[in-house]
């Protein structure tokens, strides 16, 4: 089985406007929530898996790193901000809750790409865009987002142009689906079976 030295964070901390509810919570392939399918798939393959949210709010145990409670960003470079507060690796692979279809494959890839420590990021590409929440982020992109976070603007596309960002092509988008959506998410779940 495939490991990976370093850890993952799944980004749970989302407002879910589109989907109307909390879509870390939705059910699943037979558990309970999204984060926990996420959870206990990723698991295996990292030394350490993470919940980045902004409160504790999940009907299973796992380690969690949670947002300041005093900023009230519904933006993942706030997680972003807060994971390298409590990490002490200086890399972290880092994917939404609502990509459940990535895998060791395309994690590999990622992570090939990112041996190149001068890298502030390493982020999945497909012909359907950039997936910025599938991605590898070093400490280095800290200054990045700070400055950014300073102005007001907490937007990730524009911190990762700023920022030495590489993407990795990868020919498919069904790997990166993302459930945002009621529909989407009744599309993931007719795919799982």
Do not use: W
């Given at each position: 089985?495939?490991?990976?030295?370093?850890?993952?964070?799944?980004?749970?901390?989302?407002?879910?406007?589109?989907?109307?509810?909390?879509?870390?919570?939705?059910?699943?392939?037979?558990?309970?929530?999204?984060?926990?399918?996420?959870?206990?798939?990723?698991?295996?393959?990292?030394?350490?898996?993470?919940l980045?949210?902004?409160?504790?709010?999940?009907?299973?145990?796992?380690?969690?790193?949670?947002?300041d409670?005093?900023?009230?960003?519904?933006?993942?470079?706030?997680?972003?901000?807060?994971?390298?507060d409590?990490?002490?690796?200086?890399?972290?692979?880092?994917?939404?809750?609502?990509?459940?279809?990535?895998?060791?494959?395309?994690?590999?890839?990622?992570?090939?790409?990112?041996?190149?420590?001068?890298?502030?990021?390493?982020?999945?590409?497909?012909?359907?865009?950039?997936?910025?929440m599938?991605?590898?982020?070093?400490?280095?992109?800290?200054?990045?987002?700070?400055?950014?976070?300073?102005?007001?603007?907490?937007?990730?596309?524009?911190?990762?142009?700023?920022?030495?960002?590489?993407?990795?092509?990868?020919?498919?988008?069904?790997?990166?689906?993302?459930?945002?959506?009621?529909?989407?998410?009744?599309?993931?779940?007719?795919?799982?079976?």
């Amino acid at each position: 089985m495939k490991r990976f030295d370093i850890p993952c964070v799944i980004f749970a901390g989302g407002k879910s406007s589109r989907m109307g509810r909390d879509k870390s919570l939705l059910p699943f392939c037979g558990f309970s929530t999204l984060a926990e399918f996420q959870y206990r798939r990723l698991k295996p393959h990292f030394k350490r898996v993470y919940l980045s949210t902004k409160q504790e709010k999940f009907p299973f145990e796992a380690p969690m790193i949670l947002d300041d409670p005093d900023k009230k960003i519904y933006a993942p470079t706030a997680g972003l901000l807060r994971i390298f507060d409590v990490l002490e690796e200086d890399m972290a692979f880092v994917l939404g809750v609502d990509i459940p279809f990535v895998g060791v494959e395309e994690i590999s890839r990622l992570t090939d790409a990112a041996k190149n420590r001068t890298l502030d990021a390493v982020v999945a590409k497909t012909p359907g865009g950039v997936h910025p929440m599938c991605a590898i982020y070093n400490r280095s992109i800290l200054p990045y987002i700070q400055k950014s976070a300073e102005e007001g603007k907490y937007r990730l596309m524009d911190i990762l142009e700023a920022a030495n960002t590489r993407y990795v092509d990868f020919p498919f988008d069904d790997p990166f689906f993302n459930i945002n959506r009621p529909e989407e998410y009744a599309s993931a779940l007719k795919n799982l079976s």
